[in-house]
Nanobody, 130 residues
Framework: QVVLVESGGGLAQPGGSLRLSCTVSESIFSNYAMGWFRQAPGKEREFVAAINWSGRNTNYADSVKGRFTISRDNAKNTVYLQMNGLKPEDTAVYYC???????????????????????WGQGTQVTVSS
């Protein structure tokens, strides 16, 4: 069973930064794409960013482009989400996930729908407020 554990959430002021981390229990993780999603109270879960197995290809939601950066360190089984220029509307629980049903070393379109992902972390709260 693949286990994903997020960390790094917390309280930030508008315009501030946070870096989320997601560590995966299995080293095979390095063969698969990873994604970040978020869910604000009373809203549906939404896609934030995705990265392919090598880290060379990324995809972002329009709402975070230019502010957030997804990256990964396969040697540490960890994917990151650097969040800069935070806004109150970024407040949400952030989840990392992996679409393990895709082929390893997938080089096609990066999935951006929640139902395309198979394993999820428990989430980490990000609150942006002054």
């Amino acid at each position: 069973q693949v286990v994903l554990v997020e960390s790094g959430g917390g309280l930030a002021q508008p315009g501030g930064s946070l870096r989320l981390s997601c560590t995966v229990s299995e080293s095979i993780f390095s063969n698969y794409a990873m994604g970040w999603f978020r869910q604000a109270p009373g809203k549906e879960r939404e896609f934030v960013a995705a990265i392919n197995w090598s880290g060379r290809n990324t995809n972002y939601a329009d709402s975070v482009k230019g502010r957030f950066t997804i990256s990964r360190d396969n040697a540490k089984n960890t994917v990151y989400l650097q969040m800069n220029g935070l806004k109150p509307e970024d407040t949400a629980v952030y989840y990392c996930a992996t679409p393990a049903s895709l082929a390893p070393f997938w080089s096609g379109r990066l999935p951006n729908e929640g139902n395309e992902y198979d394993y999820w972390g428990q989430g980490t709260q990000v609150t942006v407020s002054s």
